[in-house]
C-alpha cells in the first residue's frame, strides 16, 4: 500500500514539474514573440545615412498659423429669393404664357385665370363709385349750409359720417381689385373683365409648372415656382470641434465640386445655433461673391475653406511630413542603439557606428504657411519627443523599397 501512494505521488509531482517548464517556456516564447514585435515596427537609420541623406532632427512646435477650418456643404437660394407662385381667386386657367425656364420679371403676367364671381366685385366697385359721388356731393352741400349757420348740426354729423364710410368702402373694393391684378380704373367706366392675370411675384427664371390649361386652381396650390439664383448662398456644415473657431465676416474659399478647379469667395454672415440632425455639424451660411458670374445652380456641391484667423497650433516643417497611399506621417525618435547588431546591414554600418530609432506617425494636416504645416496626430506622442524635422521622403521611399524589412 505504501509502495502505491509513493508512486501516486511521484507521478504527481513530475506532472507539476512538467506543467510549470512549460508555462515558462511559453512565457518566455511570448516575450521573445512581442520583443520581435515592437523590433519589427521600429525603422532604424544608421548614423552614416543620417549625416549622407541630410536627416536632421527637430521638435513638434507651437506656431501662430494663419489657420482654417474644412468644410463641405451645398448651394442654395435665399429664402427671398425663391417663390411659389399663387393665385388670390379660385378658377380655371385659361392661358399659361409662359414655359418652365422661362426668364420673367416681377409683375408679368404668367398665367390667366377665369372667374365669373370677379364681375360682382367689379360691378360692386362700380356702384360703390356712384354711391361715393353721392355722399360728397351731399357732404359739400351740408357743409356750406354749416358754414352759413343755416343747417343742423345732427344733419352735417349723419352727412359726414356716411361720406367717409362710402370713401372707406370704395378704398376696400379699390385693394381687392388691384390685388386680383384686375384695373380700377377700368372698372369704374363699366369695362369688366372676366380672367385675372396671375403675375410673378418676383424676378427669376420659372421652374416647375404645377397647372395646364383648363385645369381648375384653388387658393391653396401653388401654380409654379420662380427662382433667382441671381443671389446665391453657400450653406455648409462644421462639426463640433471647430464651432467656436468660425465667426461671421471671416472670408471663405469654396471649390465647386463637380466643376475642375474652379473656385470662388464668399463671406459668412450667419451661424446657426442649433446641430443638424444627429450629425454633430451646424450650418454656417455663406454669402457668395460671384464676380465672374459662374452659372451657379441650388443644390451643387461645394468644398470650403474658412478662414478662421491665426491661431497657436502644433506644426512641423513641412519636409518632415512624408506622403504615402493617401495618408501623412511623421516619424517619431525612439532612441539609439549602439552598433549594428543585424549581420545584413555590415554594408551600411560598422559595429561601433550609432543605430537610430524611429516610429511612423499618422496625422492629418491642415494649414501651411511659411514652410510650416499644422499637423494633428491620431496617437498621443510625448510632449518635447523629438522628430524627423528634414528628411521623411528619404525614410518614407526606404519603407516603400522594403529596405527596412531588410535590417
Known amino acids: ?194 380672367q385675372i392675370p396671375i403675375v410673378a411675384p418676383i424676378n427669376g427664371v420659372v421652374g416647375e409648372i404645377h397647372i395646364k390649361t383648363g385645369s381648375y386652381a384653388d387658393m391653396q396650390t401653388p401654380l409654379m415656382e420662380i427662382t433667382d439664383n441671381s443671389q446665391i448662398q453657400c450653406n455648409v456644415q462644421v462639426f463640433e470641434k471647430d464651432f467656436s473657431k468660425v465667426k461671421a465676416g471671416q472670408q471663405v474659399e469654396i471649390a465647386l465640386t463637380n466643376m475642375g478647379k474652379k473656385s470662388i469667395t464668399g463671406k459668412v454672415y450667419s451661424i446657426n445655433q442649433s446641430f443638424e440632425n444627429d450629425s454633430k455639424s451646424i450650418t454656417v451660411h455663406v454669402k457668395v461673391n460671384n464676380p465672374d458670374g459662374e452659372k451657379l445652380l441650388p443644390g451643387m456641391y461645394v468644398s470650403a475653406l474658412i478662414n478662421v484667423g491665426n491661431q497657436l497650433v502644433k506644426a512641423v516643417p513641412v519636409n518632415a511630413v512624408a506622403h504615402a497611399e493617401g495618408k501623412q506621417f511623421i516619424f517619431l525618435f525612439t532612441g539609439i542603439e549602439e552598433g549594428c547588431n543585424d549581420p545584413n546591414c555590415k554594408e551600411e554600418c560598422d559595429d561601433d557606428g550609432k543605430v537610430f530609432q524611429f516610429k511612423k506617425v499618422e496625422v492629418i494636416t491642415g494649414t501651411s504657411e511659411l514652410g510650416y504645416v499644422e499637423v494633428t496626430p491620431l496617437e498621443t506622442i510625448p510632449e518635447n519627443a523629438e522628430i524627423i524635422s528634414k528628411g521623411a521622403f528619404y525614410i518614407m521611399s526606404k519603407i516603400s523599397s522594403g529596405e527596412d524589412d531588410d535590417d
Open 1 to 194: 500500500m505504501k509502495t502505491i501512494i509513493k508512486s501516486i505521488a511521484a507521478v504527481l509531482f513530475l506532472s507539476s514539474v512538467i506543467a510549470l517548464s512549460s508555462c515558462k517556456e511559453g512565457g518566455k516564447k511570448q516575450v521573445e514573440a512581442m520583443s520581435e514585435e515592437s523590433h519589427s515596427e521600429a525603422i532604424e537609420i544608421s548614423e552614416e545615412q543620417m549625416e549622407t541623406v541630410g536627416i536632421e532632427l527637430g521638435t513638434v512646435e507651437i506656431k501662430n498659423l494663419n489657420s482654417a477650418v474644412k468644410a463641405s456643404g451645398e448651394m442654395a437660394l435665399l429664402p427671398q429669393n425663391k417663390a411659389d407662385v399663387t393665385s388670390l381667386s379660385a378658377g380655371v386657367i385659361k392661358q399659361i404664357t409662359v414655359i418652365e425656364g422661362s426668364p420673367v420679371k416681377k409683375g408679368q403676367t404668367v398665367a390667366l385665370l377665369e372667374n365669373l364671381e370677379i364681375v360682382k366685385l367689379q360691378e360692386a366697385y362700380l356702384a360703390q363709385k356712384q354711391e361715393l359721388a353721392f355722399s360728397r356731393q351731399e357732404y359739400e352741400r351740408q357743409q356750406e349750409l354749416s358754414s352759413q349757420n343755416a343747417g343742423t348740426g345732427k344733419v352735417f354729423q349723419q352727412v359726414t359720417s356716411k361720406y367717409e364710410t362710402d370713401k372707406a368702402r370704395l378704398t376696400g373694393l379699390e385693394t381687392q381689385l388691384r390685388q386680383l391684378n384686375i384695373d380700377p380704373q377700368a372698372a369704374a367706366v363699366g369695362k369688366f373683365v372676366t
